[in-house]
Each structure stands twice: as C-alpha cells, then as structure tokens.
C-alpha cells in the first residue's frame, strides 16, 4: 500500500519552519513480531498474507514524507525528520529541539494496521490510534489530537483512511 504519493488535507497554512516527524510504536513492530514496513493483513479460507507499504521503507518514514509533503503544500517551510522505533520519547524530542524550528509536529502512530478477508467481498477491518502532537519553539505542546478506533468495514483505500484521520487530527489551526 502506497503511503508516500498522497498529500493529507490541512487545516492549516503559513511560512513558518516546521519540522515533522512519525514516530512509529506499534506494538507489533517494537516487538519486532513485525517488520517496521508491515501495515496490515490479507485473509482467505487458504492463505494469509502480510501487506507492506508499496515503498518497502519503514510506515513511519513514508508517514514522515507524507506530513512533510502536505505541510509544504499549505506554504511551511517543512523538514522531515526520521526517527526509528527504537528511539525513546526523549531522543526523539531532543532531535526536534535541535533543528530550531518555529514548529514540530510529531505524530505517534501506537496502532495502523488492517485486515482485509479477501474471501469476503474483501471486507477490510481498519485498528488505528494516532497521537498528533504540535510543539512551539522552545518543546511546549501547543495542541494535542488523539484519534484512535477500529472500522470494521473500511470503504476506499488505507491510505485514504489516514488522510482523513490526519485531517482530523490536524484541525488545531491555532497551533500554527
């Protein structure tokens, strides 16, 4: 599934320098039951398949791409920032902080995965729980979104689903 060639819908636009990142927690990927480009899971009666994103990169970098992306399409100066899932919290503030940015934006995804039963008019089953979190300058959170849930019949694609929830998450305008 493709992460990477989509621009999320912002509620929001300026100049400023923004830095953003995705930072991936996924409990089956921290546990490394998983590899960090998994996103989800195809079912019928005799195989199960794993879905990675289309990039074969980690779904936190090609997240971190997609938020830079959409931020530089509203006017921000954005800089991506890739962190790994084995960075702490703290080591991935303190590379925010270092970039000295008018903004940071880090948006910790602790679920995002799907299941979809191809032998069921490929019903798909969408686990989700994101964590939008807007920093000023000096690491004070300005805004806080948490968006978390489970559809359990997902219409259009995954990608489009979190281009929704990220419009959602992103309607704090006067964190910018």
Known sequence: VSYSDTVARIDASGTARVA?????????????QENPSFV????SLYHTATVNTASGRPFGDDLTSLLATSLAAKGFKAIPVVVSTSESPDAVAQKMAILRVDRAIVLTVADWRTDTRTDNNFKTQ??????????????????????AGHENEMSGAARDAFRGSLACASSPNQAF
């Open 20 to 32: 953003a990142t995705a930072y991936d927690q996924r409990t089956l990927i921290t546990s490394r």
């Open 40 to 43: 989800g899971r195809e079912r």
């Open 126 to 147: 969408l686990f989700y729980d994101l964590d939008l979190q807007v920093f000023d300058s000096l690491g004070t959170v300005l805004a806080q979104r948490r968006l």
